[in-house]
């Protein structure tokens, strides 16, 4: 009966949360009222790992939403690629009172001492998009083995299980280690493409373009090229139009402007979306179930993603 009662609600906070952010409009029911008269006494505080990319500002507005549908007061920082910024912020959230913490950590071994010190303190901690080492309560992030995995599957689709390709890698946290692993693995199962080049575009937009430029004049029978974000296929994207080659994109996120170069039947060819926002969401309802008197919430929780192609890239947005 106590397991029943934790999971029931577990599932009416986050379906609160998920439908309360939608909409403020009045009538939207005693439930929400009643969450809204907890929510008063909350603070909630998000560190995130950087806020200068739309991914991460729908991330944000997604949690203001949240956060507003339950009365929650917030604090928000952005630790701008700075673990020991982080860490800071993180402190002085603590020193605020707050009573839940959402973390996007920038490296997520780095900040195992801000989490730890949120524990100490009492306060209900979960981890959005990477993981962060140390005792959280909860994960929430994409599936990004699934992403990784989805993105192989289609170039080796498209280029009828034959070719040269290559890795636009990132650096080595957790989620880009799986989307790795995934498009590898992917790949494995067609034995007549042959992966000949891998190097660092370090997720930049800028460095991304540097190291394509490199890798096409050091491959130039180069096919296909996977990188671990959309940002570095963005890079990469003007690195193979200012080389006049053919050679295809595939990568993960949902940008709005790979979006719509996906859409524009171009050489970027896919992209597996990620949910910011309901990864926000969803870490928002385990936060409130461990706060609010469940015993114990999932360690981990996997958002599901989507392949965007031509044929259904239009029209999509985070």
Same mark, same amino acid.
């Given at each position: 009966m106590k397991n029943f009662k934790t999971l029931f609600l577990l599932v009416s906070i986050i379906s609160l949360i998920l439908l309360g952010a939608c909409s403020n409009e009045s009538g939207s029911g005693e439930s929400e009222n009643s969450a809204k008269a907890k929510g008063e006494d909350l603070?909630?505080?998000?560190?995130?790992? /950087?806020? =200068? =990319?739309?991914?991460?500002?729908?991330? *944000? /507005?997604?949690? #203001? /939403? $949240?956060? $507003?549908?339950?009365?929650? #007061?917030?604090?928000?920082?952005?630790?701008?690629?700075?673990?020991?910024?982080?860490? =800071?912020d993180i402190n002085d959230m603590i020193q605020q009172n707050i009573d839940i913490l959402l973390i996007n950590p920038t490296d997520s071994e780095g900040v195992e001492s801000a989490v730890k010190q949120a524990k100490e303190a009492g306060i209900t901690t979960v981890a959005i998009d990477a993981q962060a080492k140390g005792p959280i309560d909860s994960f929430v992030g994409s599936k990004n083995f699934d992403a990784g995995y989805k993105a192989g599957q289609k170039m080796a689709e498209d280029l009828n299980g034959e070719g040269k390709v290559a890795i636009l890698d990132g650096i080595p946290v957790v989620p880009i280690l799986q989307r790795v692993k995934g498009f590898k693995d992917a790949i494995s199962e067609? &034995?007549?493409?042959?992966?000949? !080049?891998?190097?660092n575009g370090e997720q930049d937009r800028s460095k991304a373009m540097s190291v394509t430029e490199n890798m096409l004049q050091a491959n130039p029978d180069l096919d296909a090229i996977f990188s671990v974000n959309d940002g570095g296929a963005l890079g990469a994207l003007g690195a193979i139009k200012s080389s006049? *080659? !053919?050679?295809?994109?595939?990568?993960? !996120?949902?940008? &709005? #402007? $790979?979006?719509?170069?996906? $859409? =524009?039947?171009?050489?970027?060819?896919?992209?597996?979306?990620?949910?910011?926002?309901?990864?926000?969401?969803v870490g928002i309802g385990m936060a409130l179930a461990k706060h609010w008197g469940a015993e114990a919430v999932p360690k981990e929780v996997p958002i599901d993603v989507k392949l965007l192609t031509k044929e259904n890239a239009e029209g999509f947005s985070w």
């Open positions: 603070k909630i505080g998000m560190s995130f790992q /950087e806020m =200068n =990319n739309p991914y991460f500002i729908s991330m *944000k /507005e997604s949690f #203001e /939403e $949240a956060a $507003a549908s339950i009365g929650a #007061e917030t604090i928000i920082s952005d630790a701008q690629h700075d673990v020991t910024k982080q860490v =800071n067609y &034995p007549d493409i042959e992966i000949v !080049d891998t190097q006049s *080659k !053919d050679v295809w994109l595939y990568s993960v !996120d949902g940008h &709005p #402007e $790979a979006v719509k170069a996906i $859409a =524009n039947g171009d050489i970027f060819k896919a992209t597996v979306a990620q949910f910011p926002r309901d990864q926000i969401r």
